[in-house]
């Protein structure tokens, strides 16, 4: 499906998680707040049918937990790109990490590339990094 198919509030929430730099990540809420539109169910709903084209891993549940069904592929995404984990107790079920949310959660706005120590990558990452929102109407 290609994004002339897309509906415009898909097209508009896969925007927001190509944004997202490598290492961090922002909730369903967030990307929600970010639109100014929707909720994080309505997030969550596009990112379940349109999500696979994009980072999704980078858009997650606000208690860090990871995506069940998609833990271990979303680990490895998170190791690979230094993203800050929370290391499971031997009580968790699976043993598996949280993320970090207080250290991994972007904002949005100018720590895009200092603040996960990376340089975010092409026009829109730098848009980002100065605070520029999709669908603002900034792009031409």
């Known amino acids: 499906m290609s994004m002339q198919e897309l509906p415009e509030y898909a097209e508009r929430v896969l ?19 970010w639109l100014g539109e929707g909720g994080p169910r309505q997030v969550g709903r596009v990112m379940a049918l349109y999500g696979g084209a994009v980072p999704w891993w980078r858009v997650v ?9 998609h833990e271990l592929r979303a680990l490895g995404h998170y190791r690979e790109e230094g993203t800050p984990l929370r290391e499971a107790g031997r009580a968790a079920e699976g043993h598996l990490p949280k993320l970090d949310m207080r250290r991994a959660r972007w904002d949005g706005g100018r720590d895009a590339a200092a603040g996960a120590g990376r340089d975010a990558a092409g026009d829109a990452g730098e848009d980002a990094a100065a605070g520029v929102r999709p669908g603002a109407g900034t792009h031409t």
Request: no cysteine.
């Open 15 to 33: 925007e927001v998680a190509e944004l997202i730099p490598p290492g961090r990540v922002m909730t369903y809420g967030d990307v929600a707040e």
């Open 61 to 69: 549940r606000s208690d860090g937990v990871l995506l069940p069904g």
